[in-house]
């Protein structure tokens, strides 16, 4: 082999090597042109969401988008929510990454502790935020910083009944009792209640009608209260008297509640379309007040908009802004309420009749009333973590309620030092 | 064994001694990229405090993270049942494998449809696999309680109570494993000469004699890389379950990659993660190394 067809074989090798890399620098060098006053660039916003359904919900309107502002082109991707996380964390570590990210507001505590998002105070006027919901904006403030802009709120459990089972929802767990003993009476191989016993977001909130919460002002985790102890006992009370199975997760709660196997189910919104899908005859409620106590309070969260740290320069913070107050205008969030049925943020879109008189929004609307917002603090994750195995031990009648409340303390104490 | 050849073998006159690597260039370069650059970047970060607290601020801070780990009592705990899941599933896989191959490698009218049937699992994606078995074990119309109940045993809490949970994830990974080792039992069945089992005939050597003498040590090169492979994938094994049961109930069946994937993803403590992943590589590799070293299986049964 000649010298020059060496060399030829290593450039060429390089070459090779060299594109591999070429792709991710691309996104860094357009931002980093300069500003030329005369031609009108292009500016390429990338987008990650993960809403379901996001081809259907989120194309058209971008399309729409695009239409209308033609300097800025945006891609869209999508990802489920727990590989958004990791991946945007990722991703801005190394200088790369979306600018714009959607997803739920417990986001939050995660980017903004990583510090991966920039705060939204200054970054859109003060007329753009006062069209938005402020329990919703509240919602996605830490450390008095706004760092996200929610587009939806709920996301709440409600309790679904389906009437050919049960013609009207029980005011009360008394009531619930009641009805079970008589239905399982004549059909034993059916529950009159279902949900998801694996998960805490399922038992949060019962601690709520007991007036527990999984911190105190501190955001010091409180998980060893006498609310606790009641709420893990409730749950192995409604066990033992077999208004629920002796075990389920969320997919068998579904498909018994789906098949008529069960008459009521706790879950949210999400899952409403599925049900009228199968033309059941659902009803939706507040979730039965505990008797003696008070009305269990259900998790709420919104939905936001999230601004990647690296968004410096001017045209692309212009082009953020563009974006994200398209997302929240009355009419775009018109169009993505009716499709996720959840409660849209845009106050004026709020009060339109085609929101208001939406059977399942207006249903699911008086659960909102009693929910309490889920806190978005990193250590959230922890009692997550922590809370989940204590209640599958209760209900599997491996742990007492007391033992229970106690090790999770303990465990989440634990962690979240070791989080720091 | 490998001799030292006068002359590099290949080399054409006027090429250079370095125009191998010339030539793999392109290939080390995509190893560097995708296989050598996020190892070193483990290991670097196995030192460093990095977590979502310390996002930005990352620090070099030795052997705390190792510290860290083997001083937790939960990591003796999550160590004991990482065993216990490895040993049971290699040993049921490789057992129930190993009778069946022993079984097809005989004249079997129809043998090509069991062979068939028996590879399912195999052909089966994992996570469809997976799926399905929880289905299967849900406590009041899974398959496995209804078919019980039809002989009057009483429903088994598979899924909610910690031993039988264990149970059920062992029973799932042993169906999904043991494909495999019929597989490679067969093909090792299958090279071994029938004059051996003729010339044991005339001796007078019995069944087992023969399986003990004969098919034992002759499968021996292809078993050994087998198990050692199979021992490495089953204890770095998440997907069976994380989808079956979660770790559930209450982590009791947690195993120690699950707890590095929680820590790692769930509490995003990467330094912690990345120290607790480099000692599961070293327990895997002195393994690994002891199992190949006392069993002689990179030597061929002959020699």
């Known amino acids: 082999m000649t010298l020059r067809k060496k060399a030829v074989a290593i450039v060429l090798s390089a070459f090779l090597a060299g594109s591999l890399l070429a792709g991710c620098a691309a996104t860094k060098e357009t931002k980093k042109e300069p500003d030329q006053p005369a031609a009108p660039k292009v500016v390429e916003l990338v987008f990650w969401e993960q809403e379901e359904a996001a081809e259907k919900v989120f194309d058209p309107i971008l399309q729409k988008f695009m239409d209308a502002n033609k300097n800025i082109k945006i891609t869209r991707v999508h990802y489920e929510t727990e590989k958004l996380r990791t991946n945007f964390l990722t991703a801005v570590q190394g200088n790369q990454?979306?600018?714009?990210?959607?997803?739920?507001?417990?986001?939050?505590?995660?980017?903004a502790t990583a510090g991966v998002i920039q705060p939204l105070d200054s970054f859109f006027d003060a007329s753009f935020l006062s069209t938005l919901?402020?329990?919703?904006?509240?919602?996605?403030?830490?450390?008095?910083?706004?760092?996200?802009?929610?587009?939806?709120?709920?996301?709440q459990l409600m309790l679904i009944y389906n009437k050919a089972l049960i013609p009207n929802a029980p005011a009360n767990t008394d009531a619930v009792y009641k009805f079970a003993a008589d239905f399982k009476a004549k059909n034993a191989d059916k529950y009159a209640l279902v949900f998801n016993q694996t998960e805490p977001f399922w038992l949060a909130p019962w601690l709520g009608a007991y007036g527990g919460s999984v911190f105190n002002d501190k955001n010091e985790p409180t998980l060893d209260t006498p609310a606790m102890v009641s709420a893990f006992k409730l749950m192995q009370d409604l066990k033992a008297k077999g208004v629920i199975p002796k075990e389920s997760d969320y997919d068998a709660a579904e498909a018994l509640f789906k098949d008529g196997k069960a008459a009521m189910i706790i879950n949210g919104p999400w899952s409403v379309g599925g049900y009228l899908d199968k033309k059941m005859d659902i009803g939706i409620a507040k979730i039965p007040q505990v008797s003696g106590a008070g009305w269990p309070k259900p998790y709420t969260s919104t939905k936001?908009?999230?601004?990647?740290?690296?968004?410096?320069?001017?045209?692309?913070k212009d082009a953020v802004k563009t974006f994200i107050q398209y997302m929240n205008s009355e009419e775009t969030q018109k169009t993505l309420a009716a499709i996720h049925k959840q409660w849209p943020t845009n106050t004026k879109a709020n009060e339109s009749d085609v929101i208001k008189n939406d059977p399942v929004m207006k249903q699911a609307a008086a659960q909102l009333e009693s929910a309490t917002p889920m806190p978005i603090i990193a250590q959230m994750r922890v009692v997550w973590?922590?809370?989940?195995?204590?209640?599958?031990?209760?209900?599997?009648?491996?742990?007492?309620?007391?033992?229970?409340?106690?090790?999770?303390?303990?465990?989440?104490?634990?962690?979240?030092?070791?989080?720091? | 064994m490998a001799r030292e050849p006068a002359v590099s073998p290949g080399l054409l006159p006027g090429a250079k001694p370095w125009n191998p690597y010339a030539y793999t260039m392109p290939a080390l370069a995509l190893m560097a990229v995708f296989v050598i650059y996020p190892l070193a970047y483990g290991v670097w970060l196995a030192f460093t405090n990095m977590s979502l607290t310390n996002f930005w601020t990352v620090k070099f801070i030795w052997f705390r993270n190792f510290y860290n780990v083997i001083t937790d009592l939960d990591f003796y705990v999550l160590m004991f049942r990482s065993l216990v899941w490895t040993v049971s599933c290699v040993v049921f896989s490789v057992a129930i494998g190993m009778w069946l191959a022993i079984l097809l490698n005989r004249k079997l009218p129809g043998k090509a449809i069991f062979r068939l049937f028996l590879i399912l699992p195999w052909a089966i994606p994992q996570y469809i696999a997976a799926l399905s078995w929880k289905t299967m074990f849900q406590?009041?119309?899974?398959?496995?309680?209804?078919?019980?109940?039809?002989?009057?045993?009483?429903?088994?809490?598979?899924l909610s109570h910690p031993t039988w949970a264990f149970a059920a994830v062992i029973l799932v990974n042993v169906w999904l494993g043991f494909p495999f080792m019929m597989m490679i039992c067969l093909g090792g069945l299958q090279s071994i000469p029938y004059e051996l089992y003729e010339a044991a005939d005339c001796d007078g050597g019995t069944g087992w004699n023969k399986f003990r003498h004969i098919t034992l040590p002759m499968l021996r090169p292809v078993l050994v890389p087998a198990i050692t492979l199979s021992v490495v994938w089953t204890f770095n094994l998440v997907n069976v379950i994380y989808l079956v049961t979660g770790g559930g109930p209450g982590n009791k069946t947690d195993i120690l990659v699950s707890n590095v994937y929680r820590t790692g993803v769930d509490f995003y403590r990467y330094g912690y993660a990345s120290a607790f992943s480099l000692i599961i590589f070293l327990i895997l590799l002195v393994f690994a190394m002891l199992f190949v070293?006392?069993?002689?299986?990179?030597?061929?049964?002959?020699e």
């Open chain 2, 139 to 158: 406590h009041d119309f899974g398959t496995i309680n209804l078919v019980l109940k039809q002989l009057h045993i009483s429903p088994v809490p598979w």
């Open chain 1, 385 to 420: 973590d922590t809370w989940k195995p204590q209640m599958q031990l209760v209900i599997a009648g491996q742990a007492t309620p007391e033992k229970a409340a106690k090790d999770a303390q303990a465990d989440c104490v634990k962690k979240i030092a070791e989080m720091k």
């Open chain 1, 304 to 316: 936001a908009y999230f601004v990647s740290k690296l968004v410096t320069d001017k045209d692309m």
């Open chain 2, 293 to 302: 070293w006392r069993t002689r299986g990179d030597e061929g049964a002959t």
């Open chain 1, 97 to 111: 990454g979306p600018q714009v990210v959607f997803g739920p507001d417990d986001n939050v505590g995660v980017f």
């Open chain 1, 133 to 155: 919901n402020k329990t919703a904006l509240d919602g996605n403030r830490l450390n008095g910083k706004l760092w996200g802009v929610p587009d939806r709120i709920g996301n």
